[in-house]
């Protein structure tokens, strides 16, 4: 098995485990340590002896025997065997107990419900769950995060410690915790589709098995909260930029920028289905954040050619969404819509309260949209300089490509005029 293989199996099964786990023990710390002695085990071995007909069976068991090895050198600890059964929370999520007949977006979604714990704030819940339900890396959540790969680190590490001072126990979310843990979730998957879809590092652009498991987990939700309009939007968002994913690399596997993409090649299913759950939920308000981006991509949608997209409702639904949920990367969205409606000029004014900000300066996307607007504005030896900055920050190798041909296009068109 190869290693490749090894990371396949343990994003697959790693929630199954983790679960079954903390159904049985609750503490939070041992149990992701047990879970990754069993991976390590599982990489030893493996190799030389075959992988195991049942993987999730072998990971459990020797996870579980890790743990109970724990818990016995710990004598200050009494060994804890409560089982989480049937998560069921004002009779409004439902899940199945989770063995392994379970389906499995079922006993994940359970696991990610339990992850979200009320202990730790809403973004160490998002972080941490992450990390440890859906396998993204340190690197790939402080990148989702707009910060620094060891300021990530140090959180994940404070909100197990959080977890464990606080002896947190993995229990099924009472009615009240339901609302708040949902809104965690929905910001997990969220980031798990946008990984999956625009990866933040290496030499592929998208990762089709995360964006679908995204998804996927998403329709679930959805299917036990009907009534949870933001649950929708989620939905309706992730389908609608999903569509575009065909036209979004080239042969090559380079960057395909919206405007450049063939939209005959979008997936008019998923465009269907996405604005039939926006009309559905967005009468009946109030309305937020998800179905606000979701009503974006509509726009977006709804243009036959980039040329005909509605920029000005866009930029008037980026205003509600900085009123509903204000954050560096709507203020950066909303400023290419000023720029793409009103002027390049109006667009970099927008971008000025970022530009200001150090922390944002490692942020390849900030540099990147600069230097489309200021390419815009026809201000050409500062737009080669911050495409140069945005290729020299990002970790993907297709936009880091994609921008060096930018580059080059406009040195050699400045070459052409001299």
């Known amino acids: 098995m190869t290693s490749t293989e090894l990371e396949d199996v343990w994003r697959r099964e790693s929630p199954h485990v983790l679960g079954a786990l903390l159904r049985r023990h609750g503490d939070y ?25 049942n993987p999730r069976g072998w990971l459990v068991r020797v996870a579980s025997r890790r743990l109970v090895d724990r818990v016995r050198s710990d004598r200050a600890r009494s060994v804890r ?6 998560a069921r929370a004002a009779d409004a999520f439902v899940a199945p107990p989770a063995d392994e007949d379970t389906e499995p977006g079922d006993d994940t979604l359970l696991l990610l419900l339990l992850c979200c714990h009320p202990t730790l704030s809403r973004p160490s819940q998002v972080a941490l769950t992450l990390r440890a339900v859906s396998g993204l890396t340190t690197a790939a959540i402080a990148t989702a995060f707009l910060v620094p790969e060891a300021t990530m680190a140090q959180r994940l590490s404070r909100a197990r410690t959080t977890l464990r001072v606080n002896g947190a126990r993995f229990e099924a979310p009472t009615g009240e915790e339901l609302p708040t843990r949902v809104a965690a979730v929905l910001d997990v998957l969220y980031l798990v589709f946008n990984e999956g879809y625009a990866r933040s590092s290496g030499d592929t652009l998208v990762e089709t098995s995360l964006a679908e498991e995204a998804i996927h987990l998403t329709r679930r939700l959805h299917a036990y909260l009907p009534g949870h309009d933001e649950v929708a939007g989620a939905l309706a968002l992730m389908l609608l930029t999903d569509a575009r994913r065909a036209a979004r690399i080239d042969p090559r596997g380079d960057l395909v920028p919206l405007a450049e993409q063939d939209r005959t090649r979008w997936d008019p299913r998923l465009i269907d289905e996405g604005v039939a759950i926006l009309e559905q939920v967005l009468p009946r ?26 920029w000005a409702q866009i930029a008037v639904l980026y205003a509600m969404l900085d009123d509903v949920a204000p954050s560096p990367a709507v203020t950066l969205n909303r400023a290419v819509a000023i720029g793409m409606s009103t002027g390049p000029g109006a667009g970099l004014e927008a971008l000025r309260p970022l530009l200001d900000d150090p922390a944002m300066d490692r942020y390849h996307r900030l540099h990147a949209v600069r230097a489309h607007l200021l390419e815009l504005s026809g201000d050409v030896r500062a737009a080669e300089a911050a495409y140069a900055r945005a290729a020299e920050l990002t970790r993907s190798t297709p936009e880091q490509r994609y921008l060096t041909r930018r580059l080059a296009r406009l040195r050699n068109e400045g070459a052409t005029r001299a």
């Not at 065997?81 to 049937?86: A, I, S």
């Not at 109030?286 to 243009?303: M, R, T």
């Open 285 to 310: 308000g109030p309305v937020g954040a998800y179905q606000l981006q979701a009503a974006i991509s509509a726009v977006h949608a709804e243009a036959p050619r980039a040329e005909d997209t509605d």
């Open 81 to 86: 065997e409560e089982t989480v059964g049937t």
């Open 29 to 53: 710390a041992d149990c992701e340590d047990a879970a990754q002695e069993a991976l390590a085990d599982a990489a030893e071995q493996w190799p030389t002896e075959g992988t195991p007909d």
